[in-house]
């Protein structure tokens, strides 16, 4: 949540700048996804000072995730195509991301467990965004689920959201702990998604 604050403000000035200009929201995602590709790949290295660059460019595309549907607003081109579009991107990056760094972990130590602990919060991740979106457009047009679920303090707090998750990377990654990240981060959004998953079915219960 305080992450999303701080996000924005950073990426306010830029659609002002932007705003002014003839790029589009979509120019927007895709160049946040060029970065989120080459943050994958500098990951990939798994060198200490290659992995502070790949956190520099996923910084960068965290930003321009806000700008494109900021400035989209400001230029009245928001659009159910412009909003799949971003919504594709966030996925591919979270995916991309894992495996740089699964690569890179994997290179410099050969061990497997890398890859089981990327593949599962690759997997959590996906599993709580099909479970999310499941319940909201099946049950949002008849229900208030998508406010209650908001209004649940446990859930906003510890969001099993890609903006918190690269929070936890960004930290990790300056103190060179991968391993140990990989270990809490997996472990969060394991436990996450049966904390959602029981908060839904006992929400669509009363209903």
């Given at each position: ?6 996000n ?18 979509n ?12 943050s ?14 790949a ?33 594709l991107?966030?996925?591919i ?22 890859w089981f602990?990327?593949f ?53 990654a ?34």
């Amino acid at each position: 949540m305080y992450i999303s604050v701080l996000n924005r403000k950073i990426a306010r000035p830029i659609t002002r700048v932007l705003i002014k200009t003839p790029v589009t929201p979509n120019q927007i995602t895709m160049i946040g996804l060029l970065f989120a590709v080459l943050s994958s790949f500098f990951f990939s290295f798994g060198v200490y000072l290659y992995t502070i660059a790949a956190i520099v460019l996923l910084k960068m595309n965290e930003i321009l995730d806000y700008v494109d549907g900021s400035l989209a607003r400001m230029k009245s081109k928001t659009s159910l195509s412009g909003d799949f579009l971003e919504f594709l991107v966030d996925r591919i990056t979270f995916i991309l991301v894992f495996l740089g760094l699964g690569w890179g972990l994997f290179a410099a130590t050969g061990i497997p467990m890398v890859w089981f602990l990327c593949f599962l919060i690759i997997s959590m991740e996906m599993f709580y965004e099909t479970l999310f979106l499941g319940i909201r457009y099946r049950y949002l047009p008849k229900t208030e689920v998508r406010g209650t679920v908001m209004k649940s303090p446990l859930l906003r707090m510890f969001n099993y959201y890609p903006h918190n998750v690269y929070l936890l990377l960004m930290i990790f990654a300056i103190i060179d702990q991968m391993f140990i990240f990989l270990y809490i981060t997996a472990a969060y959004g394991l436990v996450f998604c049966i904390f959602s998953t029981i908060f839904f079915m006992r929400k669509i219960s009363r209903m």
